[in-house]
């Protein structure tokens, strides 16, 4: 079954299904919070208009006698109103000639048809989107798990890239690449000259160098992208959020031989004006001896 939902075909099957099942609870809840607004309604239903004998004459003049003559069919009844099929033709000749009771009617409207109809709506688009969420996470794991068992074929890719054995490949040995040494796992998810502009995500610590480790581990998670191919635009991104990232480590590297030489700088005042202290204090100390003498 798990197989199956991950095939587009089945895919909008397997949440209506599953939506149905996953929602039996919350159903079963509603059905009971339903049954009981119904008998309470129905309880001052009985007070208000079946035992009201001029409410009773109203029944009998419209012939609505049989819908108010029990507990059971006021609630039968009041099932009209879970679903307003034609419960119009119920309140209206009753309102019309007792105005009061629309206080009776207008709360069964408003909590029974509208307020927990739009609930249970509520609850079960909830449930669907939990469920939508949770599929969304189990196909990420399936795909890592198909993504994963690419480690020893990535690996393999590049010891092929290194042509030297060095440990280590580098852009140019990219670019020379043969066609025919691209993994046809890879091809699907990235096209080659797409690789070569992806180079500086690859390259993680900027070393210009990129081993094994960094090679295998950004293309595992390229290939955990959303879509299949990466288009220009996201290429375009990816390359403007690396030179940014290149600008903000050559600002900050400004900013601190900045802040070294300003440091510098304090200091050269600090000790000149210790220098001149010392030389105000030796003045004053001569004049004072001169005047002495």
Same mark, same amino acid.
């Given at each position: 079954? @798990? ?21 039996? &609870? ?25 035992? +009201? ?7 009998? #003049? ?6 108010? +003559? ?11 109103? %879970?679903?307003?099929? &034609? ?9 019309? /000639? ?19 109809? /739009? ?14 969420? !949770? =599929? ?14 690419? $480690?020893?074929?990535?690996? #393999?890719?590049? @010891?092929? %890239?290194?042509?030297?054995? *060095? ?7 990219? #670019?020379?690449?043969?066609? @025919?040494?691209?993994? $046809? ?8 000259? *797409?690789?070569?502009?992806?180079? $500086? ?15 295998? =581990?950004?293309?595992? +998670? ?23 990232? +290149?600008?903000? %480590? ?7 031989? %900045?802040?070294?030489?300003? *440091? ?9 004006? #210790?220098?001149?202290? @010392? !030389? ?14």
């Amino acid at each position: 079954i @798990r197989a199956l939902r991950m095939l587009p075909l089945l895919k909008a099957s397997w949440r209506m299904v599953s939506g149905l099942l996953e929602s039996w &609870s919350t159903m079963i809840s509603m059905l009971l919070l339903l049954t009981l607004a119904l008998y309470l309604f129905a309880c001052l239903g009985l007070e208000v208009i079946t035992k +009201n004998d001029l409410v009773q004459a109203t029944l009998e #003049e419209h012939d609505l006698v049989a819908h108010f +003559n029990s507990l059971i069919t006021i609630m039968l009844t009041l099932t009209q109103f %879970v679903t307003l099929d &034609s419960c119009a033709s119920i309140y209206y000749p009753i309102i019309k /000639n007792h105005p009061e009771l629309v206080f009776y009617f207008l709360p069964v409207i408003v909590i029974v048809s509208i307020s927990l109809m /739009n609930l249970v709506t509520a609850v079960l688009v909830e449930g669907g989107v939990a469920l939508a969420h !949770k =599929d969304q996470r189990e196909m990420r794991k399936e795909q890592f798990r198909k993504i994963k068992k690419l $480690d020893p074929e990535f690996r #393999e890719f590049f @010891r092929r %890239v290194d042509a030297d054995g *060095s440990g280590t490949i580098q852009l140019v040995e990219m #670019e020379h690449l043969a066609d @025919r040494c691209y993994p $046809d796992a890879l091809r699907d998810k990235i096209r080659p000259e *797409s690789l070569i502009e992806l180079w $500086d995500i690859l390259d993680t610590d900027g070393s210009g160098d990129i081993d094994e480790a960094e090679f295998v =581990d950004g293309l595992l +998670n390229l290939c955990l992208c959303e879509h299949d191919v990466m288009s220009s635009d996201t290429l375009g991104l990816t390359r403007l959020m690396k030179a940014n990232q +290149n600008k903000s %480590v050559h600002i900050q590297k400004m900013i601190q031989h %900045v802040v070294t030489e300003l *440091s510098t700088v304090s200091r050269g005042f600090t000790r000149l004006a #210790e220098a001149m202290e @010392r !030389k105000t204090h030796h003045i004053h100390a001569e004049g004072s001896l001169m005047v002495h003498i």
